[in-house]
């Protein structure tokens, strides 16, 4: 199989979606790998490093996608990419279809085979392709909350730990899965008094028994989060409802009962955010204020440590391109359960029930 690496596009967006060992891996399989010319400096791959491993360097991305059967990104295509997808070419990468309906248009269009690694999920739950981006995510949510508190930056000044005889920061997290519990551990590492809300018990029993004595658990519900909203410095939105929208937990209207200069990261954007007043924003203008509140809505997060992400993401993408380009489409999926719940558009058809109901679509299933 040809497999095709470009270059990503997306402002400040230095991932890759290969690493020169996954090349080797392909190479040394029968596969042709072509990579786009600097498709991995960001991430501190030299070209000669992926040419060393086997893959063939091609100019531009027109040349990726034109000769390609597998595609393989981080980030979803934007429109400059959309009209390079070919029908029948598999996509393999980050989609987050749910508040895209444009870019769902397109795949749908383009006839090609989407599989959004955010909804391969295997029978016990878990988000294998999701976690490492999770967990950078979940961290990086309190280095940037701390940052934005700055006074300099538009926040209240307050430092999360405080100094002795100052009262900490308080930081409230909305959902207490993968980013939940990685922005506590950050949050609680830099001093600050820590909250988690969430819905599942189990969860929640799980940070408690971790960091007994040293956050709050609370049940999520709008009683409690309001009453969290009027003590934060920062609030973390760390909300997922896989393949869906994400819920609209914080209202306009909540915006009144935060502090002034107080700092929302809201880490669910990718699906939609998780406050009536996110909307996306990029690592060359990360924030924005409503009603006295910074927003903090950039989509592609983990871009921003391309050198920890990228080789975080190919560990867990890698196998499943291997079974893509060794099996083929159809008896990789017929094959892997979870790598079949991946596939969001199949030539022209809405696979993932999610995505459909987010954008009130009908849903196919795969015809084998």
Avoid: W
Avoid at 38 to 50: C, I, K, L, N, Q
Avoid at 147 to 158: C, D, I, S, T
Avoid at 175 to 195: D, I, S
Avoid at 328 to 348: I, K, S
Wanted: aromatic share 4%; net charge negative.
């Amino acid at each position: 199989m040809i497999i095709g690496v470009p270059r990503e596009i997306k402002d400040k967006e230095f991932r890759v979606g290969m690493v020169p060992a996954g090349v080797k891996s392909l190479a040394d399989r029968g596969h042709t790998v072509l990579v786009e010319a600097g498709a991995g400096a960001g991430s501190g791959v030299a070209d000669a490093e992926y040419r060393a491993a086997g893959a063939e360097i091609v100019a531009a991305a027109d040349q990726v996608y034109g000769r390609a059967e597998l595609v393989v990104k981080v980030k979803e295509p934007l429109p400059a990419e959309y009209g390079l997808l070919r029908e029948g070419q598999i996509l393999f990468t980050y989609l987050h279809l749910a508040p895209l309906p444009e870019l769902t248009q397109a795949l749908l269009d383009r006839k090609v085979i989407g599989i959004a690694y955010e909804t391969v999920r295997p029978d016990d739950g878990s988000l294998p392709l999701l976690a490492p981006m999770s967990q950078v995510a979940g961290r990086m949510a309190i280095q940037a909350g701390a940052r934005f508190l700055e006074k300099e930056a538009g926040g209240r000044g307050v430092l999360l730990g405080g100094v002795p005889g100052v009262e900490r920061a308080h930081v409230t997290i909305i959902g207490a899965g993968t980013v939940g519990g990685n922005a506590a551990k950050m949050a609680m590492g830099l001093g600050a008094e820590v909250t988690v809300l969430g819905l599942r018990i189990d969860q929640l029993t799980a940070l408690e028994t971790l960091y007994a004595g040293k956050l709050t658990t609370l049940f999520s519900n709008r009683h409690n989060l309001e009453e969290e909203l009027r003590r934060a410095d920062l609030v973390v939105g760390a909300v997922l409802l896989p393949g869906r929208s994400a819920p609209k937990l914080i209202t306009r209207e909540m915006l009144g009962l935060m502090k002034k200069g107080s700092v929302i990261v809201d880490v669910a954007i990718d699906q939609g955010g998780c406050a009536e007043t996110s909307r996306p924003t990029t690592h060359s203008e990360p924030v924005y204020e409503v009603d006295g509140v910074l927003h903090y809505c950039v989509a592609n997060m983990p871009g921003a440590v391309p050198r920890t992400s990228t080789f975080a993401l190919t560990n867990v993408t890698l196998p499943l391109v291997e079974a893509l380009a060794d099996k083929g489409f159809r008896q990789a999926v017929v094959e892997n359960v979870a790598l079949r719940r991946g596939v969001n558009v199949y030539l022209g058809r809405l696979i993932c029930p999610d995505v459909a109901e987010s954008q009130g679509r009908v849903c196919e299933e795969l015809p084998f």
